[in-house]
């Protein structure tokens, strides 16, 4: 016992220090970013003060500007010019030669960088959040959730294992490697390209751009033509980071414009991460096939909620509409498809019910709404559209929302949270994408069938599982071919940032976040080495040196089951005759050597 006090003293010490070092603050500069063009204040100039009418069908990139406006309220905010191919290319360009540089630093210094963003964000959250309710419509609750929170998530796991994961990490040599070292490196790729979509317009534009700069990578990020004004400002928080840390100036870019614009950074990047439609998926990879580029997409999704009869019902019942309406409009990665077990169904359904009349919609910088506007243009008209689908095939809506005070401008940029009960999957709203806040109940009756049912679908991002019995609810959720899973919780897989995030089918492959998406921003290099150079070197052996021996593929042979025989015996039997052969002197090899 006495051997072992030294010891736990020692260990005791470790720790007390370890938690007085965790009470000293580190010193973070703090960065000035200047917001006064982006504030509400009610003093903007008159040429941004008036309402924005959008016209109707895509904006096309000849008409040379991205026009930004709030879609809850249709508030101009001004426009961004809708770079060429020759302004990409250039912006790329620059890119790579600061990458060239910043590939050189250390892993301190990468450190500080994420620490000054991560203390500026908890600093400004309001500011962050009130940009992206602006531009995209969502609320502030949603904001923060959805922007904030997951952000300083990725920024704290990459602090803490990042480089861990960045290091040369050591793998078995093998049997017949057994004198060698054998490791795999993570360089950085070089310039990153990310296009990515509008309705998470700060997380989507950090969640790319830390992960290439923290493994060395230069990044250029194509924000979306609908949220170009917010992107343009968290564009500023970089550079101003950046700048504090003293990294290359356009190390990171952010640029603004159309489809003509996106094509252009496809071709002149090393690697591009998609965040869009299965349809310009597909262009993406087209183009990318031209300069053999490695790419990730994140596409759509049509995640299955499944509610068991053993649940507890108002629970689920507030998360289950917190999951619809984190679908709606404004954001994404929520549920579109609501399988409840019958037995419960009709109370589910009532509880449900309840909640959705509770919601309302409105701008939501005016007053406390539960849920904002819709971002795309038109988009409305489509959710309308799948609705009156259902309902023509048997489905009854049994709940709507209300609406706040709308600006007579804007009342097509908000659509009700709706319900309906009686579907199924022969209808629109079971199989396309919503992308609205639109909450449709269909009934099953066995485990079998309802997972069936949830994988009776092109896409295949996530899902969600509620059952009183953990092991069931696993059990349904490893049946669901989808990327992401959660069981007895809704969305708490991205919250993990030390999972992979991705999907399969129409949603996509590839994969961000965790480690997965953190080395898949490297060259993955694989070195072997002499594990005891010099002093142990690699040499062909006679046998099968040039002349080949006449034995030489016995010896072949003899070693191969010396090395791999699954008969211990038979391994030693054949290693006796490799050194045997080894030993003799092989006259023909001789006899032409003195020729």
Same mark, same amino acid.
């Given at each position: 016992?006495?051997?072992?006090?030294?010891?736990?003293?020692?260990?005791?010490?470790?720790?007390?220090?370890?938690?007085?070092?965790?009470?000293?603050?580190?010193?973070?500069?703090?960065?000035?970013?200047?917001?006064?063009?982006?504030?509400?204040?009610?003093?903007?100039?008159?040429?941004?003060?008036?309402?924005?009418?959008?016209?109707?069908?895509?904006?096309?990139?000849?008409?040379?500007?991205?026009?930004?406006?709030?879609?809850?309220?249709?508030?101009?905010?001004?426009?961004?010019?809708?770079?060429?191919?020759?302004?990409?290319?250039?912006?790329?360009?620059?890119?790579?030669?600061?990458?060239?540089?910043?590939?050189?630093?250390?892993?301190?210094?990468?450190?500080?960088?994420?620490?000054?963003?991560?203390?500026?964000?908890?600093?400004?959250?309001?500011?962050?959040?009130?940009?992206?309710?602006?531009?995209?419509?969502?609320?502030?609750?949603?904001?923060?959730?959805?922007?904030?929170?997951?952000?300083?998530?990725?920024?704290?796991?990459?602090?803490?294992?990042?480089?861990?994961?960045?290091?040369?990490?050591?793998?078995?040599?093998?049997?017949?490697?057994?004198?060698?070292?054998?490791?795999?490196?993570?360089?950085?790729?070089?310039?990153?390209?990310?296009?990515?979509?509008?309705?998470?317009?700060?997380?989507?534009?950090?969640?790319?751009?830390?992960?290439?700069?923290?493994?060395?990578? *230069?990044?250029?990020?194509?924000?979306?033509?609908?949220?170009?004004?917010?992107?343009?400002?968290?564009?500023?928080?970089?550079?101003?980071?950046?700048? #504090?840390?003293? #990294?290359?100036?356009?190390?990171?870019?952010?640029?603004?414009?159309?489809?003509?614009?996106?094509?252009?950074?496809?071709?002149?990047?090393?690697?591009?991460?998609?965040? *869009?439609?299965?349809?310009?998926?597909?262009?993406?990879?087209?183009?990318?096939?031209?300069?053999?580029?490695?790419?990730?997409?994140?596409?759509?999704?049509?995640?299955?909620?499944?509610?068991?009869?053993?649940?507890?019902?108002?629970?689920?019942?507030? +998360? #289950?509409?917190?999951?619809?309406?984190?679908?709606?409009?404004?954001?994404?990665?929520?549920?579109?498809?609501?399988?409840?077990?019958?037995?419960?169904?009709?109370?589910?359904?009532?509880?449900?019910?309840?909640?959705?009349?509770?919601?309302?919609?409105?701008?939501?910088?005016?007053?406390?709404?539960?849920?904002?506007?819709?971002?795309?243009?038109?988009?409305?008209?489509?959710?309308?559209?799948?609705?009156?689908?259902? +309902?023509?095939?048997?489905?009854?809506?049994?709940?709507?929302?209300?609406?706040?005070?709308?600006?007579?401008? #804007?009342?097509?940029?908000?659509?009700?949270?709706?319900?309906?009960?009686?579907?199924?999957?022969?209808?629109?709203?079971?199989?396309?994408?919503?992308?609205?806040?639109?909450?449709?109940?269909?009934?099953?009756?066995?485990?079998?069938?309802?997972?069936?049912?949830?994988?009776?679908?092109?896409? *295949?991002?996530?899902?969600?599982?509620?059952?009183?019995?953990?092991?069931?609810?696993?059990?349904?959720?490893?049946?669901?071919?989808?990327?992401?899973?959660?069981?007895?919780?809704?969305?708490?897989?991205?919250?993990?940032?030390?999972?992979?995030?991705?999907?399969?089918?129409?949603?996509?492959?590839?994969?961000?976040? *965790?480690?997965?998406?953190?080395?898949?921003?490297?060259?993955?290099?694989?070195?072997?080495?002499?594990?005891?150079?010099?002093?142990?070197?690699?040499?062909?052996?006679?046998?099968?040196?040039?002349?080949?021996?006449?034995?030489?593929?016995?010896?072949?042979?003899?070693?191969?089951?010396?090395?791999?025989?699954?008969?211990?015996?038979?391994?030693?039997?054949?290693?006796?005759?490799?050194?045997?052969?080894?030993?003799?002197?092989?006259?023909?090899?001789?006899?032409?050597?003195?020729?």
């Amino acid at each position: 016992m006495a051997f072992w006090w030294p010891i736990i003293v020692l260990a005791f010490a470790y720790a007390i220090c370890r938690f007085l070092l965790m009470l000293i603050p580190p010193n973070v500069p703090s960065i000035d970013v200047d917001a006064s063009d982006v504030l509400d204040d009610g003093n903007q100039t008159q040429e941004n003060s008036f309402i924005y009418i959008p016209p109707r069908g895509r904006p096309q990139q000849s008409d040379r500007k991205v026009q930004c406006y709030e879609p809850a309220t249709m508030k101009y905010l001004g426009f961004f010019p809708a770079l060429t191919p020759a302004e990409v290319e250039e912006r790329v360009a620059q890119a790579r030669k600061a990458q060239k540089i910043w590939a050189k630093s250390s892993f301190k210094q990468r450190r500080q960088f994420l620490r000054i963003l991560l203390k500026y964000i908890i600093e400004h959250q309001e500011l962050i959040c009130e940009v992206s309710s602006r531009d995209t419509g969502k609320t502030m609750v949603d904001a923060s959730l959805g922007e904030i929170m997951t952000t300083c998530e990725k920024i704290t796991w990459l602090l803490s294992e990042g480089e861990k994961w960045l290091r040369p990490e050591y793998r078995s040599s093998g049997r017949s490697m057994l004198h060698k070292k054998s490791k795999v490196e993570f360089h950085p790729l070089g310039v990153i390209g990310a296009i990515v979509s509008w309705n998470y317009p700060f997380h989507n534009i950090f969640n790319p751009m830390l992960a290439a700069v923290f493994s060395g990578n *230069g990044v250029v990020i194509k924000v979306s033509e609908h949220a170009s004004w917010s992107g343009c400002f968290y564009f500023r928080i970089i550079q101003a980071a950046l700048a #504090a840390v003293g #990294a290359p100036e356009n190390l990171v870019e952010v640029i603004t414009g159309f489809a003509e614009t996106g094509e252009a950074l496809v071709s002149s990047v090393d690697k591009i991460i998609f965040v *869009g439609s299965p349809g310009v998926g597909k262009m993406i990879m087209e183009n990318a096939a031209e300069t053999l580029i490695p790419v990730t997409l994140e596409l759509g999704g049509k995640d299955a909620f499944i509610v068991c009869e053993d649940v507890d019902i108002p629970h689920v019942a507030q +998360v #289950a509409v917190r999951a619809a309406l984190q679908s709606s409009g404004q954001n994404c990665a929520g549920a579109e498809r609501f399988y409840v077990h019958r037995d419960i169904y009709n109370s589910f359904v009532n509880q449900v019910t309840k909640i959705v009349k509770s919601v309302s919609a409105g701008p939501p910088l005016a007053a406390r709404y539960d849920m904002g506007a819709i971002c795309l243009q038109e988009h409305s008209d489509k959710l309308q559209h799948l609705v009156d689908d259902a +309902v023509d095939k048997g489905a009854e809506i049994v709940a709507r929302g209300s609406f706040g005070h709308l600006s007579e401008g #804007a009342v097509d940029q908000f659509f009700p949270p709706t319900v309906l009960k009686n579907v199924n999957h022969t209808m629109k709203l079971m199989q396309e994408e919503t992308f609205g806040p639109i909450m449709p109940i269909m009934k099953f009756e066995s485990d079998e069938e309802v997972v069936k049912l949830a994988n009776d679908s092109r896409y *295949g991002l996530g899902c969600a599982v509620f059952s009183g019995s953990q092991r069931r609810a696993k059990e349904i959720a490893s049946q669901i071919h989808c990327g992401v899973a959660a069981v007895n919780d809704f969305a708490s897989t991205y919250m993990c940032q030390s999972l992979p995030f991705g999907g399969t089918k129409d949603s996509g492959f590839g994969r961000f976040a *965790g480690v997965e998406g953190l080395r898949a921003c490297c060259l993955v290099k694989s070195v072997v080495e002499d594990r005891c150079w010099p002093y142990i070197k690699t040499k062909i052996p006679k046998p099968i040196q040039y002349p080949v021996a006449e034995n030489g593929f016995e010896f072949q042979e003899s070693l191969v089951e010396a090395l791999y025989s699954l008969n211990i015996w038979d391994r030693l039997r054949a290693l006796v005759n490799v050194l045997k052969i080894i030993s003799e002197q092989n006259p023909v090899a001789t006899s032409k050597k003195n020729d």
